[in-house]
């Protein structure tokens, strides 16, 4: 979640606890067909990442105007404040059960969060009596608030998906070392591509020793993914990195070009067999 979000929801939360206990009503069967109806509304709006906020037609004017400045505000951190601010007015005449509501979610991960308050919340308003809260602000409200927490939610885990690619890659690159493995990497033959073979010779430690290929090479690997080599004839320097986007390649820091070094044969095939096929790049050296 992100902190802007977080003191947001801790802003709303302070503001309600900090109010008088509210007299909770007793639901009548009116009350409950509404909350059921709440349930279905903030099932469907939680799975909406995109699109237009829909404004039911008797939606207050200060909900109203809320809606038409988050479509506005590009910055998530300022949209989590709006919502954050706004949370209070849409249940001023009831803040006990809404409170409550809030404060388990206030340490949650943004899905878990979500799929909290759209259950927690229609359970405040049912506690309320559907008295002193505002059913159409507190829908409008939940669907902007699921809106950012589900990017945040995707973001979270696309992040988590990039660590554990390159984690995955930074063991293969070391068990290749470890095992006096080879990389790969796409070379021009006159008028041919093909991928030729570096592999590793130890010194006294695996950590650094010879790349022997086409172009010799020094190495000296660090525990990070990082492997730096020296082209042992033109003393040129290159840094290389595992690639949280390829994985099963190790990509030459300062290049925008795919220009890379490959774990596998097959990964170096693969690449080869592209169209079109990544042309090397043309250093000063004579890597």
């Known amino acids: 979640m992100s902190l802007s979000m977080h003191r947001a929801y801790q802003r709303v939360l302070m503001t309600m606890v900090l109010a ?13 067909a509404r909350t059921a109806e709440m349930r279905d509304e903030l099932e469907r709006t939680s799975k909406q990442a995109a699109g237009s906020i829909e404004v039911p037609s008797m939606l207050a004017d200060w909900a109203r105007d809320l809606v038409r400045r988050y479509d506005a505000e590009k910055d998530a951190s300022k ?3 709006l919502i954050g601010e706004a949370w209070p007015k849409a249940f001023s005449g009831c803040k006990e059960p809404f409170a409550r509501a809030f404060a ?9 969060k979500v799929k909290h308050l759209k259950r927690a919340i229609p359970d405040a308003f049912l506690a309320c009596g559907c008295e002193g809260a505002d059913p159409d602000a507190i829908e409008v409200l939940m669907a902007m608030a699921s809106r950012d927490l589900l990017r945040d939610a995707r973001a979270d885990q696309r992040k988590r998906n990039v660590e554990v690619a390159r984690a995955a890659g930074v063991k293969k690159l070391a068990e290749v070392i470890r095992k006096k493995g080879s990389l790969y990497r796409i070379v021009r033959q006159e008028k041919t591509l093909q991928c030729g073979r570096w592999r590793f010779r130890p010194g ?3 950590l650094k020793g010879l790349l022997d290929g086409p172009v010799p090479m020094k190495y000296e690997y660090w525990l990070d ?9 033109f003393s040129c320097f290159f840094r290389l990195s595992v690639a949280s ?6 990509l030459l820091a300062g290049y925008k070009v795919a220009e890379a070094m490959y774990l596998t044969p097959a990964a170096c095939d693969a690449a080869l067999a592209a169209t079109p096929a990544p042309e090397p790049v043309k250093h000063d050296c004579g890597w």
């Open 245 to 250: 986007s390829r994985p099963d390649a190790l």
């Open 79 to 81: 949209r989590a404040m």
């Open 204 to 206: 006294r430690s695996a």
């Open 104 to 112: 388990d979610a206030a340490a949650m991960e943004p899905a878990a």
């Open 20 to 32: 008088a206990s509210t007299p909770v009503a007793a639901a009548t069967p009116e009350c409950e």
């Open 225 to 233: 993914g990082t492997l730096e080599l020296t082209d042992t004839y």
